[in-house]
Structure formats: structure tokens, C-alpha cells
């Protein structure tokens, strides 16, 4: 029998902001940060689970200490019986009394819980010899929703709701398989539109983006109305009208003034409006969905848990789900969302970018489409152009679409020699720096 | 000139699991413990600010460095600067970029925020000779509006509306400071009600609780609802009609569940219902409000910033407002929720127990009275009858009533022995326990 013998926490920085790579309104010079874990076991596959959360610098030394502090649940376990339960598992990490206290369900706590959770669906995929869409995507819908905690969801989606919803969809799951195989996944692309780029970059890159395939690009704005209007006007003569371009505020706006700048926005037709304000105002999202509508609301990368997720979704607030690799409890929790994006019928469109985001999040809505939703339409993984060359597995973008992974694993291992380069504060990157 | 030079953290617990103190549904085994800090300058007064986060126990660790972590924005700085400027100081730390991305604004480095702040105000109420209490309500209106961070309220409170509020309070601060040193804030008390209690001791502490008049009690509940119908009918037996019962059931309860257990329990005329399901639940406590009706609905010691109780009010998803004295970012949130109560009409009932969250929110509350709502109708402290003995300045309960505090300071200052002896894992109590 095979147990877990270790956990080791490893704090890893990119020095992104020496270039404003990553700039937004709220987000000026981040560094983008992985408190990253590896899981290993004395069984003679040789095989590890690697699992992360993203940060953006100062504070991924906190988020690397509270990951390490969960090693007393899982070292000493059998690995076949954690990782047939991840469900069973996961839940006694978020329900733990005492652990509890300190979100419950959110902050450096949860996110600690959801690189472990993904650490451990990295070593059962690998196991599996499946990429992790397609370990999921495999799975019964009772195997599946033993993966979700209902708790404090079943006044919106009850676990007969979610088998009937898997059900549903897997009659005609093999055929969406071979869909994904063939064709991939609609990705969108935030690389042109960072507030640290100039006019002039910022349409060579929109103009390049349409090249490439893409029909979706993002542009940062929030901190200044006339710069926001310049830019939407040369992004917008970039692309032309059949291109969507999306906005993102990261956070920056109080409720009237989300609505105020949107509106004078609109001219130049966005096709969703994210982030508007703080990500825990649910009421907030919703007055301003009203009012700005027909431009789209999305959010999602800084809501905390599925709870939160549910309120958007009951409250009508938000168009667009942006589900996060590493902000929720992982893998379960973001099946939780999934499933809940689905019982509503609203689309979800994973956030990425940051370190490794890109390559967690494609499985996600990979096995949306084969097992949840069905559905494809007016849905988006994000993609930004930086840092994948750090990943055994990275995200590969062609003609605006994702490929199917097919690598066993979760794809979140890093590089030896780039953990080693970037490892904080002793690694050649920061020491040499 | 002095400066800051030292902030030392100290991970302190009380095995409070080994009698059952604080059981309640959610928290069968707390080990009370606080994640403590004192902040040190080079003055020559010799005067240190003292705080903390009161945690649960596992995960303590965690929180005490994620308070360290925050040493770089303190040390080296002018003392007086920093104290005389305690509104733009705590949006540095909880507005950092980086930092903020851990939460945002929730949390571990939330509530590591919390403590330092309020670290910060028991020293700068030292230095002024005044208790917590004294010192906020002597601030002029202007000076307490600059201790608030507006952002995402403004749909809700402006700072035009906070500054009516205040000096509308304003003109009769002087009689209310005399009738708070002359008779003291109402208490209430939860030491007879926790889950791990048996009948008989529950009816003789709710017996005892009415003789030392207090005319309110606190019961846990969310276990098992025959327990509970007994529990309720032992307690109404005990204190007579003409005691409020509250109950509390720790976060326990689905949203149907909840409103289905307190129609059951309502023939005992249950006060309020604390916490019936996640404190994340806005639009859940919304409908529970309108479903048990006249029971009270009430919530906020897990509510984890001023974003949350904004909605809760704008919702009229509550009837108390239970703030806690660290999990938000310290006394300068909570400034905030007091005006957004008043604003609302809301009484606040400030949550307490645990470990020295009496001895710091009766500082919150009396400051309330003084300065905001200027209104003791419907409003108590809690009151937990445990470790008082281990602070310099303890909460003291007389008649029902908390007694205004006069030593200058915040409170928070534990007592050195006490500290050395819970130091974990080192503490002789843990040690040798």
C-alpha cells in the first residue's frame, strides 16, 4: 500500500512587473507569484502532484506557509483512498472546524486548500494516464457529484438537480470528445490590452490578435475615462466592428460610477464589462447589469467560494461566469460552479493568464463542454501570452482556439530549472536580480 | 523623532477543547488561541500597542505570520505620523496591490490587517492617556469620517451622509459619555447555552444569568432539533417569560432548513436567530428574514468586511448587526459598519467570547453610543464568562451591564505570564498539558 510521504511548499516569483507585463487599473507592477506545492508518495510509479496558488507577489510567502500548514492531512494517508475521494477529502479540509475560522471559505485558507485539491487530481490523472478534462469528462454523474459540496447550495441547485444535469448531458458526451479533439476550445486574448502598453503597441497588438484568429480581445481600463475612450477608439479601429472587445476594471469603480463610465463606453459597443467594482457586491453587480445592458457584466476571478457564485447567479447580476483555477477550493469547487452556471444557463468563460492559469483552467472548460453545459456557444477560455514556457504541459493557442490537452496530469507542473531560477528570495532570478 | 522598531509576533493558546467551553454546532473543540502582536517604538514613554486575531486554534500559526508579514509597512517609521494618520495608514495596508489579491479584503491578511491596526489604536489611546472608547468619541466628525474607507460604499453611505450622522450625535455627546461611566452598556450573556452543556447545568447558569441580571441569554442550537426543542423549553423554563432567548445556530443550516427549524422552535419565542446559514448568504438571510418573522435575524461575526454588511442592509436581510472586533481590517472597518447600521437603523450587537473580544468591543459599542447611533434601545455586548483573568484590563460585567473601562488603551493587552505560559507549542501549558 502506497502512503504520502511528503508536501513540499515552494514559494516561486516572476519578476513580471520590470516590464508592466500584467498592468491593470488595480493590479500597477505585480509579480506574478506561485505558492506552489509538490505532493509525492513512496509507490513505485515515481509519480507527484503538483499544485499551486496564483498570487501577485508580496504576501505569496503567507499563501506558501498556510499551503504547507495542510501537510498533517494528508502525509501518512493510503494514496488509492485519498485519491478515490477526493470529494470525502476535500471536505474534511474546508470543513475542518478550527481551519474554518480563518475565511470560512475564502482568502489565503481556501486557496491553500484548492492547490492541494489540485495537486491531488495532478497525481490521479497522471495515474489515470489521462489529461484531467478527460478524466473528469469520464467520469459517472454520481462519481461526479460525490465530488461537489451542496452545502449551503440546495435553496439553487440540489444534488438531483446536478445528476439530472449530467445525466442530461451524457448521452452525447463521446461525440462533444471528439468535437474538443478535433477542434479545441474558443480562447480570447488580454495580451494587447495591458494600461501599461501605449496607443501604438496596443494596435499593433489588437491587429495581430485578429490575425491570429482570435474574435475576442480585452482591454484593461478604469483609471482614467479620456485615456479608456482613446484606447477603446484605437483598439476598436484596430479590429473593426465584427471583432468583440471586451473591458475589464479590475475592481476599480464604486456602483455609479461603473455604471457612468460603461455607458460612455458604449459607443464603441464592449461586449462584456468585468470587474466593475468590489467582487463581494453582488447587489452592486446587479443595479449595474441593469443599467448597462446590452453590454455584458462579468466577474468571478475574485469570488471566494461557490456560495458567492450562487448569489451572482440567483441575483441575476452577472452574464459571464469567470471561474478561477486557484481561488476556490479547486477542482471540487469549480465543478460546484459549473454546475451551477449551468442550472442558470449562463456561460462560463475560466479567468487565466498569471502563472500556469492558462494551462489549469482549459481542463475545466474542457470538461464543461463534454459533461455540463453542452455547450460551446458565447463561451471563451481567456489567453495571455506569458509565462507558459515555465510548464511541462503549456497551453498551446492556434487560430484563436485551444488544443485539447493530452498529456496525463492536471498541467500544472512547473519546470525543475524554473522553479529553481525563480524560486524566492535564493533562487538566481531574485538574488542575482 | 521616534520610530517604530519591533513588531513581535506570538502564537498564543488555551486548550479550551478540554472542557467544552465555546461547543457549539459548527466549533465542537475550540482551542481559543489569538495570533498575537505587540508593536514596539524607540520613545521614550516605553509605551507598546498590543492586538490580535482571535482564531479557534489549528491554522493559528498561519495567522500569526501573516500578521508578521506585515513588519515592512511599520518599521522605521515615525510613531507620530502613523498614529496621527491611522485612516490613510490602514488603506496602505489593506489597498496594497500585491497583498490585496490574497483576499481581497477578507480573510487571513485581512484580519492580520485588523490586529496590527488595532494594535495601533491601543497605543495611540495610551499615549493619549484615554480608553478606546473615549478617545474615538472626543474625535471630531471630520477626523472619523478620515478614518473610513468609502470605497464600494458610496451607493449606500457617502461621506457626506456619514458626517451628518456624526454631527447630528455630535451635539449631545457630553450627556451620554455621563450616563456611559454613571450605568454602563447592556450585556447579554451566552455561558449558560453551549452545546456541550447537560440540562441541568444549562437550566442552573440560565437561573443564574436572570439573578445577576442579565434579560437576555444566548442558547446553541443547529445539532439536532429535538435536542433543541428540549434545550429551549429547559431555558424558557428556567428564566420565565419575560427574558429574551436568543439562539444561535453557527452557520449550521441550509436556507430551507433554517427557516424550518426556527418556525419549530418559535413556540419558545426565540429573540433572534444568529448565523442561521453561511455568513456569505445575503440573499439567503434575505429570505429566512422573511420567513420567521417576528424572530429577529442577526449576523456579522464572520461577515468579513464592510462591503458584506452594506448588502446585508441594503438587503434587509438583518435585524442585528454583529460585528467582530478582528475580522475586519480593526477599529477602522468597524467605524465603517457602525455608520452604515446607523445609517440603516440597524442596531449593532457586537459579537464576542472567544479570547479578549469582550474586553475590545465594548470600546466599539460605547464609542456607538456616544458618537453614532447614540442609542442603547435593542443593543447589547455579548458577554462569555472565560479568560478575562488573562488581560491586563477585563471586560467587567455588573447587574447585566459591561462597566465603562477607564484604563487608557484598547484593552488588548493580555498579561505577560499568561502569554508565556499559552505560548504554542512552547508554553509550559502545552509543553507539559
Known amino acids: 500500500m502506497a502512503r504520502f510521504v511528503s508536501l513540499e511548499p515552494i514559494d516561486v516569483r516572476f519578476p513580471t512587473s520590470r516590464h508592466l507585463d500584467g498592468s491593470d487599473a488595480m493590479n500597477p507592477e505585480p509579480d506574478y507569484s506561485a505558492a506552489y506545492i509538490v505532493v509525492s508518495t513512496d509507490a513505485d510509479d515515481g509519480l507527484e502532484g503538483h499544485g499551486f496558488t ?4 508580496r504576501g505569496n510567502d503567507v499563501q506558501t506557509v498556510a499551503t504547507a500548514a495542510l501537510a498533517p492531512w494528508l502525509l501518512g494517508r493510503d494514496v488509492d483512498d485519498v485519491l478515490d475521494n477526493l470529494g470525502p477529502f476535500g471536505r474534511e479540509l474546508t ?3 478550527q481551519l474554518r475560522w480563518l475565511g470560512p471559505e475564502k482568502g489565503v485558507v481556501h486557496m491553500a486548500c484548492g492547490a492541494l485539491i489540485n495537486a491531488l487530481w495532478d497525481l490521479r490523472a497522471k495515474r489515470a494516464g489521462l489529461p484531467l478534462w478527460q478524466l473528469l469528462s469520464r467520469l459517472s454523474p454520481e462519481e461526479i457529484v460525490e465530488l461537489v459540496d451542496f452545502t449551503y447550495l440546495t435553496d439553487a441547485l440540489t ?4 445528476l439530472a444535469l449530467l445525466r442530461n448531458a451524457g ?7 471528439q468535437v474538443l479533439v478535433e477542434t479545441g476550445y474558443p480562447a480570447y486574448t488580454t495580451t494587447p490590452g495591458w494600461l501599461g502598453y501605449d496607443d501604438a503597441k496596443l494596435a499593433r497588438l489588437s491587429r495581430e490578435a485578429v490575425a491570429d484568429g482570435f474574435d475576442l480581445i480585452k482591454l484593461k481600463v478604469g483609471a482614467s475615462i479620456d485615456d479608456d475612450l482613446r484606447r477603446m477608439a484605437v483598439a476598436r479601429e484596430a479590429v473593426g466592428p465584427g471583432i468583440r472587445v471586451a473591458i475589464d476594471a479590475n475592481q476599480r469603480w464604486e456602483v455609479d460610477q461603473a455604471t457612468a463610465w460603461v455607458s460612455r463606453l458604449s459607443e464603441y459597443d464592449p461586449y462584456w464589462i468585468e470587474e466593475p467594482t468590489s467582487p463581494d457586491d453582488i447587489l452592486g453587480h446587479a443595479v449595474i447589469r441593469a443599467k448597462v445592458t446590452p453590454v455584458r457584466v462579468a466577474t468571478g476571478e475574485h469570488a471566494h467560494n461557490r456560495v458567492m457564485f450562487k448569489q451572482f447567479l440567483q441575483a441575476g447580476a452577472i452574464d459571464i461566469v469567470q471561474l478561477d483555477a486557484s481561488r476556490v477550493a479547486g477542482v471540487n ?3 460546484a460552479i459549473l454546475l451551477l452556471a449551468a442550472k442558470f444557463g449562463v456561460p462560463v468563460c475560466p479567468h487565466a493568464g498569471g502563472v500556469g492559469l492558462c494551462e ?3 481542463h475545466l472548460a474542457m470538461f464543461d463542454f463534454v459533461a455540463v453545459s453542452a455547450s460551446m456557444t458565447g463561451r471563451y477560455i481567456e489567453y495571455v501570452d506569458h509565462l507558459h514556457e515555465h510548464f511541462l504541459d503549456p497551453a498551446v493557442v492556434t487560430g484563436g482556439r485551444y488544443v485539447a490537452p493530452s498529456m496525463p496530469g492536471a498541467s ?3 519546470l525543475a530549472a524554473s522553479i529553481r531560477d525563480h524560486r524566492y528570495p535564493d533562487g538566481p532570478v531574485w538574488s542575482e536580480g
Open 54 to 57: 496564483f498570487t501577485t507577489g
Open 95 to 97: 470543513h475542518d472546524p
Open 159 to 162: 444534488r438531483d438537480d446536478a
Open 171 to 177: 448521452r452525447t458526451r463521446a461525440e462533444r470528445e
Open 333 to 335: 469547487e469549480n465543478i
Open 360 to 362: 489549469v483552467v482549459r
Open 412 to 414: 500544472t507542473e512547473m
